[in-house]
């Protein structure tokens, strides 16, 4: 890896031309479109549990304060710091499955 660094810093020393391929416009576009979106504040129930996971590691990292899951019955909101604090609150707040 440090050899193919080297080489390449070279080799631009040199005067060699870096080719980038383009993304086609449509890719790009939504690419665009994608970034224009705001980030969720809070978790939702309909999101599979990869994405839930992933929100709670992102917010995880500062300056972002932890995940946020909103009981539907009450409108109580509970601080998610780690997937099995959101097992929990599906088992105890939303009933769902039972101990493991």
């Known amino acids: 890896n440090g050899d193919a660094k080297a080489a390449l810093l070279g080799a631009l020393l040199d005067g060699a031309e870096l080719f980038v391929e383009e993304a086609p416009k449509e890719e790009e576009e939504e690419g665009l479109a994608g970034a224009a979106k705001e980030a969720p504040a ?50 105890r707040i939303l009933q769902e499955g039972g101990p493991k």
């Open 42 to 91: 809070a978790i939702s129930l309909e999101w599979v549990e990869e994405k839930v996971d992933r929100f709670v590691r992102a917010h995880n990292f500062p300056p972002r304060d932890a995940a946020q899951v909103t009981d539907p019955a009450s409108g109580e909101a509970y601080f998610i710091e780690c997937m099995e604090q959101f097992q929990e609150f599906r088992t």
